[in-house]
């Protein structure tokens, strides 16, 4: 089954065949991508090695995510629980092999705290982040986990969707996952190239068919709602840019739903890690391997972390990123708490309040909004209204309502103002008069103190 979800013999054949592709076909591409409704392999590879198309690129990029996503950005920090790992990751300062870090699992005590910290911030969301270690950080350990962060609750709200990112497991307990209630199950294959996965992988990890399957057990599970991603700097981003599409492209085609989201995790230099990127990626390809994405695979969510500096996350929300995380921290217990045992090092340090003032400088949304998941809109039912853009109807006022919140609970002074203009404006944007007037009206309510209404 992996040979046939990447064919590294056919992605090379195709980077080879458009290897200096001109204007003219390029150009052709990009006008077929503004039709939303996705790239072929061999198109991908056009962009992928065009040259000088770069402004039409992202200009197409910037439009189809306007029309299938808006203008909204949503917003979620990253929560480390336990760095207990069994594998030996060259890249991760996890590896088993770092003797230097004294490691950590969060008790349920430890938890709350964290927990508390981040709604406290005015976080919603979270992305659970474990190391691999199947005695210490065991299915059971995962799903109390789960259930202690739902049921945190304080004045200031409480978090509404989790995701989570571990390592590959049974049918079993992706099922107890899925009973547990979680919004995306994420996967990163980190390189797909097999000779480098081997080189780069030790311990359980190491087993490539396991990591890139990993999805499809998870779905038989009954989890529809599944994320993909590669580490960019270990193999050529080209290679792993096309494998990507294609992941996605059998994933839809095979299950009958594609990755709900991409990840474009860079590498960062990490405590105790030597490695060093063979492949780095340069500023300017990454935000083109964020462009063609977009256009390649226009249904799915993008999600940008703080591994990027506020300059390249600015640019890349309007080119394609749907998601991002924000005042993140990366290692177990470091919400409150300066700990010198990172995964890495991360370049966007700002609080979440500037990393919103910024985006509101840009005229763009940020949202909070948990609605998909909890009215049980993912999978088929996402992708239906993803692939034709209608799921904007539901992601610009549940946008407007969420970060109305934020405003009123969290915002003072001129990101307060700005963000009822950027509000307003969005409003009367709503095309339809009765969602506009219901949300119009939801606004008011939530000005009068009533919080979680969502379409
Ligand atoms: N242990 C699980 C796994 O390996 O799938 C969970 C993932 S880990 C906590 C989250 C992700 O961080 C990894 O999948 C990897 O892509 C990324 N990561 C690890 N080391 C990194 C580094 N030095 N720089 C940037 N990202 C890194
Ligand atoms: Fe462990 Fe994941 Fe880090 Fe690899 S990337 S060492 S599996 S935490």
């Given at each position: ?71 909204r950005v949503v917003f979620f920090a ?38 508390n910290i981040l709604i406290n911030m005015g976080h919603k969301r ?30 200031k709200g ?148 703080t591994?990027?500096t506020p300059?390249?996350r600015r640019?890349?929300f ?6 991002a995380s924000a005042a993140s921290v ?5 919400y409150g ?9 991360i370049?966007d340090e700002r609080p979440l309040g500037e990393v919103i003032m910024s985006l509101l400088d840009d005229n763009m949304l940020p949202s909070f ?30 946008g407007?309502?969420t970060f109305a919140e934020y405003l009123e609970d969290f915002a003072v002074g001129s990101v307060y103002r700005k963000g009822y203009k950027v509000i ?32």
């Open positions: 089954m992996a040979m046939r979800i990447i064919n590294e013999k056919y992605i090379n054949s195709l980077l080879a065949k458009e290897k200096a592709p001109s204007e003219k076909s390029a150009l052709a591409v990009i006008r077929k991508a503004l039709r939303r409704k996705g790239l072929s392999l061999e198109e991908a590879a056009v962009l992928i090695n065009a040259k000088g198309i770069e402004k039409k690129l992202f200009d197409a990029a910037a439009r189809v995510k306007k029309e299938i996503y808006g203008e990253p929560l480390y629980a336990s760095d207990y790992c069994v594998n030996d990751c060259k890249y991760c300062s996890f590896h088993v092999s770092n003797k230097l870090f004294t490691r950590k699992q969060l008790t349920m005590q430890d938890l709350r705290r964290q927990i979270t992305l659970l982040e474990f190391g691999e270690h199947p005695v210490k950080c065991n299915i059971d350990y995962v799903i109390d986990v789960i259930n202690t962060i739902y049921s945190v609750k304080n004045p409480n978090i509404r969707r989790i995701n989570v990112n571990i390592a590959p497991t049974t049918v079993k307990n992706y099922r107890r996952l899925k009973k547990a209630n979680i919004g995306t199950y994420q996967l990163f294959q980190e390189t797909y190239h097999r000779p480098t996965y081997k080189k780069l992988h030790k311990g359980l990890k190491r087993n490539y068919n396991r990591q890139i399957t990993a999805h499809i057990k998870a779905f038989k599970a009954g989890i529809d709602d599944f994320g993909i991603g590669v580490l960019f700097g270990l193999y050529d981003w080209r290679f792993e840019v096309l494998s990507l599409v294609s992941h996605a492209q059998y994933l839809d085609k095979n299950l009958g739903v594609g990755p709900h989201t991409i990840s474009v995790p860079r590498f960062r230099p990490a405590p105790t890690v030597n490695y060093r990127p063979e492949y780095p990626v340069s500023d300017k390809d990454f935000l083109k391997i964020i462009a063609i994405l977009r256009l390649s695979v226009p249904y799915t969510g993008m999600i940008l972390s591994r990027e300059a390249i640019a890349a309007k080119i394609g990123i749907s998601q990366t290692s177990v217990g470091g708490i300066k700990r010198k045992e990172k995964q890495f090092r370049s909004c948990t609605a998909c998941y909890r009215l049980g809109r993912t999978g088929h039912d996402f992708m239906d209204m993803a692939k034709p853009g209608a799921i904007q109807n539901f992601c610009r006022p549940n407007l309502m307003k404006h969005y409003l009367n944007q709503i095309k339809d008069k009765s969602v506009r007037n219901k949300t119009k009206e939801r606004l008011l309510r939530i000005k009068q103190g009533i919080r979680d209404l969502y379409f």
